[in-house]
């Protein structure tokens, strides 16, 4: 069973959010142990400098590294990433169970991304698509695609 562990920057605050996250969440309990943990987003000005943001992203990288566990393949979403389909994301996940790499984290940046630190670590990068999505948003996307992934394994009609 693959453990897979979310890391996000950013709380959850709309409802219909933690709606759709609970619900893939607890979809995904019978097929893989799934933890998700979030990380404070640090708080820009109105109008913040590239040092401003370049700073923000350094302390969420610092708080992302310490969390990332031990042994886990790091995939981080970022607009640079490759892009999957559904069949390839699942196979993405079968592949890396058969090669033993059962424990997974995937990386998910606030409103400013992932800083580059992140992303040079990372053994993987991905991207949910070109288009540009609220962070909060990619989660969601995300959980709904493991979700997905899992379903396409198993032969199941849920994706058409």
Do not use: D, W
Request: aromatic share 6%.
């Amino acid at each position: 069973m693959l453990n897979i562990k979310i890391i996000c920057v950013g709380k959850l605050k709309e409802k219909f959010y933690t709606a759709a996250a609970a619900e893939y969440m607890k979809r995904l309990s019978t097929l893989c142990r799934l933890e998700v943990e979030e990380l404070p987003e640090s708080r820009l000005s109105a109008q913040p400098s590239q040092a401003e943001v370049e700073a923000a992203l350094k302390k969420e990288g610092e708080s992302i590294a310490l969390r990332i566990p031990a042994g886990a393949l790091t995939v981080a979403l970022c607009v640079e990433g490759k892009q999957l389909s559904s069949v390839r994301f699942s196979q993405f996940l079968e592949a890396c169970a058969l090669k033993g790499r059962s424990k997974l984290c995937f990386l998910i940046g606030g409103s400013e991304g992932l800083s580059e630190e992140v992303k040079e670590k990372a053994e993987v990068r991905m991207s949910m698509s070109e288009m540009t999505f609220p962070h909060h948003l990619a989660r969601i996307m995300l959980l709904e695609q493991l979700y997905r992934a899992f379903q396409i394994r198993e032969g199941s009609r849920y994706h058409k």
